[in-house]
């Protein structure tokens, strides 16, 4: 197609889009609230995710090993030694198994708790919700060996991670004594893995991820779920831009009759369909997209509340995945085309001189 042919495909293309704004119209709003609510809900999603993995990040080291393999990199933010040893409470005639963490520095975990670093004993929240207690003293039993060892420690403060398994099953006592673990919390925690194979290869080490692998397949299975949702909400508009395109060629039979007649090829008239249908989708991208994107903002803004009964976030988490509205757009483009090609395989049917003649 020559530089002449491409600007008359033009012309035509936008005398059409003018003379067919009521074809296209379900299609574009079609188009543009699937992508508004995809981002509504992708953003909650992405919220719930990212603020799941910043609360274990928060109090979770970022990379473990045994103490005796302990090094010194520039990736780290901060380090801890630490031991967790498995205890129990008795409380209204029931056994609570907990766990202490007992460590030499509270520094990384500072911003989770409600007191100072002079703190000894600090427990988590929930844990402190469901003991109830009338005054800040503990009976507990710490199992080291095989005899529970039993002490009364007196509660300094209440740490808040976010995570349930943390915050019921978890307390916290500063203890300076040698340690079997060690602990790193590192400048960019997604970059545990990386940092694990560049330092500690052929050590015990273990990262956050693979420390706590059930909650992070949850965050992998709501990827996957979003893009499933993405793929679905499109494939429903696609439907849609099929259903426009076959009704703006069968409306404009004649004009095809007379263009086919002048000498335009039939792949080139196709080419007049596929290339609205793919205006219309960008449009309709672009308006869901900015729709989207304010109501994020709104929602950001006047924070949700959520039953905490439910949920461990006091707020609706909104956080817009950028990832998925790249995808969303290819998606978008590449069904779009597919559904509007199949559905201008009609004009090669069509019959020029019944077209001309006919005006229905």
């Known amino acids: 197609m020559n530089k002449k042919e491409r600007k008359l495909l033009f012309i035509i293309i936008k005398g059409f889009l003018k003379k067919s704004k009521k074809d296209y119209r379900f299609t574009l709003y079609s188009i ?81 708790l409600n007191t100072n670093e002079s703190g000894n004993n600090i427990i988590g929240n929930t844990l402190m919700n469901n003991l109830n207690l009338k005054e800040n003293k503990l009976k507990i039993y710490q199992i080291k060996g ?109 004009e095809i009759g007379i263009f086919n007649s002048l000498g335009m090829k039939k792949k080139n008239i196709k080419k007049i369909f596929l290339y609205q249908s793919q205006i219309i989708a960008l449009f309709g991208y672009l308006i869901g997209m900015i729709f989207g994107l304010i109501t994020v903002i709104v929602l950001n803004f006047i924070k949700i509340p959520l039953p905490i009964s439910i949920f461990y976030l006091e707020y609706l988490p909104i956080n817009i995945n950028i990832k998925i509205l790249i995808i969303a757009f290819i998606i978008n483009v590449i069904i779009t085309y597919i559904f509007s090609f199949i559905s201008s395989k009609i004009i090669l049917k069509i019959d020029t001189i019944e077209a001309i003649r006919n005006d229905d």
Do not use: C, R
């Not at 560049?198 to 080490?205: G, R």
């Not at 956050?208 to 909650?215: D, F, G, H, I, R």
């Open 146 to 254: 095989i005899i529970p060892i039993y002490k009364e420690i007196t509660i300094d403060g209440v740490f808040k991670s976010g995570v349930s398994l943390f915050d019921s099953n978890y307390i916290i006592q500063k203890n300076k004594d040698i340690k079997k673990y060690t602990g790193y919390y590192i400048k960019e925690p997604k970059k545990a893995l990386k940092i694990k194979e560049k330092y500690f290869e052929n050590t015990n080490a273990m990262t956050w991820q693979e420390s706590n692998e059930s909650l992070m397949k949850t965050v992998q299975v709501d990827s996957y779920l979003a893009f499933i949702i993405t793929f679905f909400i499109f494939l429903m508009t696609g439907f849609t831009t099929s259903n426009s395109i076959t009704y703006s060629i069968l409306n404009k039979k004649k």
């Open 32 to 112: 543009a609230i699937s992508v508004w609510g995809l981002i509504i809900i992708t953003s909650i999603i992405n919220g719930f995710d990212q603020t799941l993995i910043k609360s274990i990040t928060d109090f979770y080291p970022h990379i473990i090993t045994n103490y005796y393999e302990a090094k010194e990199f520039q990736e780290i933010e901060e380090k801890i030694n630490f031991d967790i040893t498995p205890a129990f409470i008795m409380n209204n005639g029931k056994i609570i198994n907990i766990n202490i963490l007992e460590t030499d520095n509270l520094t990384p975990i500072n911003k989770l």
